[in-house]
């Protein structure tokens, strides 16, 4: 994640993580991605099953099986409190489609680790709004690519829009954080400031642009994925637009996902622009560290297969069935495992010599396999120029 907020508009600053000796432990949430140690957050895609269809869905979602049982999952959650993981995202499929997810969620909080769901928002009942927020859910995060026409093409069914944001309205009433999640390609590149207004009059006080990752049913968008000139473009847009937020007094927090790159394009326009706290930003852009799949980021499927991150679906890293999640996150004999957690000595093309190396890690690498063949090849979505990166 890239916090276009808190890098380009200073809602963050060096020192800000050091306070709290960058311990996943001890950093709040919004400080995670500056953390030393990079005890991994977790993805538990907890069900194949959804109620829409969306086109770019990177799980393939649809029919519910073979998922862990609500026993296997509280074993999950207690191997992860253990193994000192501090966030637990629940994800799908839909994950309100589990009748267990309140229990879960219950157990996670208690067992002092942050609960946040992924969901498309539509079945956010005011009852259940009421219950997670009893249980101490962190925060709901909605996919919403686009306003209404644009969205429910997306989602493949009319009324998810409509249905979606009465979800949000629930749980912001019931004093849960929501924010929002946009996937950008060129159908929908155009909303995005629409979505940004739509922040502003619902109150909104989120959102995370996703760059496309072709997997799942996202394969079929490839072509559809933004060219380099439009990317640069569109995060131009979004460095303008959040600026334009926060000095008009709107708390918001915005971040990019899924491309590296953003991090050398933001710092680098800050020098272009003489920006005085462009140093600390490349500081902090370190500290990020770039893509983090098998290190900081991973993911439990349903039937309890485990991934360097939930779109990396074709790299299987072994299974909680067999073995507990810190053993197979921390096996010295999975040649690929190991090979992430070194990813920058790995790196082809382009990515082996490029000076942002250490600030990036190479960007995404299902990406670049999706498109290569090689997962250490170049990522296509690296959007930077010979010059930037020489």
């Keep these: 994640m890239i916090g276009i907020s808190k890098l380009y508009c200073g809602t963050v600053e060096a020192s800000d993580p050091l306070r709290y000796g960058r311990s996943s432990k001890d950093l709040p949430s919004h400080l995670l991605q500056f953390s030393a140690d990079k005890k991994p957050v977790v993805v538990w895609n907890i069900t194949s099953a959804c109620n829409l269809k969306c086109v770019?869905?990177?799980?393939?979602?649809?029919?519910?099986?073979?998922?862990?049982?609500?026993?296997?999952?509280?074993?999950?959650?207690?191997?992860?409190?253990?193994?000192?993981?501090?966030?637990?995202?629940?994800?799908?499929?839909?994950?309100l489609i589990r009748k267990d997810l309140p229990a879960l969620i219950r157990t996670a909080v208690k067992s002092d680790m942050r609960a946040v769901i992924s969901t498309n928002g539509t079945l956010i009942t005011q009852d259940l709004a009421m219950e997670l927020a009893d249980y101490g859910l962190s925060y709901i995060g909605v996919s919403l690519d686009g306003l209404q026409e644009i969205n429910d093409t997306f989602r493949g069914v009319r009324g998810a829009?409509?249905?979606?944001?009465?979800?949000?309205?629930?749980?912001?009433?019931?004093?849960?954080?929501?924010?929002?999640?946009?996937?950008?390609?060129?159908?929908?590149?155009?909303?995005?400031?629409?979505?940004?207004?739509?922040?502003?009059?619902?109150?909104?006080?989120?959102?995370?642009?996703?760059?496309?990752?072709?997997?799942?049913?996202?394969?079929?968008?490839?072509?559809?994925?933004?060219?380099?000139?439009?990317?640069?473009?569109?995060?131009?847009?979004?460095?303008?637009?959040?600026?334009?937020?926060?000095?008009?007094?709107?708390?918001?927090?915005?971040l990019t996902v899924d491309?590296?790159?953003?991090?050398?394009?933001?710092?680098?326009?800050?020098?272009?622009?003489?920006?005085?706290?462009?140093?600390?930003?490349?500081e902090l852009l370190k500290m990020n560290g770039g893509n983090s799949s098998g290190l900081g980021i991973g993911c439990v499927n349903w039937d309890g297969e485990v991934y360097p991150d939930q779109f990396w679906r074709t790299r299987v890293l072994g299974n909680v069935r067999q073995k507990p999640f810190s053993e197979i996150w921390e096996d010295p004999s999975n040649e690929f495992l190991m090979k992430l957690k070194?990813?920058?000595?790995?790196?082809?093309?382009?990515?082996?010599?490029?000076?942002?190396?250490?600030?990036?890690?190479?960007?995404?690498?299902?990406?670049?396999?999706?498109?290569?063949?090689?997962?250490?090849?170049?990522?296509?979505?690296?959007?930077?120029t010979d010059e930037e990166i020489s």
């Design 56 to 95: 770019h869905c990177y799980a393939a979602a649809g029919k519910a099986g073979n998922e862990l049982s609500t026993k296997e999952g509280m074993e999950l959650i207690a191997n992860l409190r253990e193994y000192g993981s501090p966030v637990i995202l629940f994800s799908g499929g839909e994950p």
């Design 259 to 282: 491309n590296h790159a953003d991090g050398p394009y933001v710092y680098l326009r800050m020098k272009r622009q003489g920006h005085p706290r462009a140093d600390e930003v490349l």
């Design 342 to 384: 070194t990813k920058k000595e790995h790196m082809q093309g382009r990515c082996r010599d490029c000076r942002w190396l250490d600030v990036c890690a190479g960007n995404f690498r299902a990406r670049a396999e999706a498109a290569t063949g090689d997962p250490w090849g170049e990522d296509p979505a690296c959007y930077l």
């Design 161 to 254: 829009f409509r249905e979606a944001m009465k979800g949000i309205e629930r749980a912001m009433h019931e004093g849960i954080k929501v924010g929002l999640r946009f996937t950008m390609n060129r159908r929908n590149v155009d909303e995005i400031p629409r979505i940004l207004d739509l922040m502003k009059t619902e109150g909104i006080p989120r959102i995370c642009f996703y760059h496309l990752v072709y997997t799942g049913r996202a394969i079929e968008l490839m072509e559809d994925d933004l060219s380099r000139e439009q990317t640069r473009d569109t995060l131009d847009l979004i460095m303008d637009r959040t600026r334009e937020m926060i000095d008009a007094g709107q708390q918001v927090e915005v």
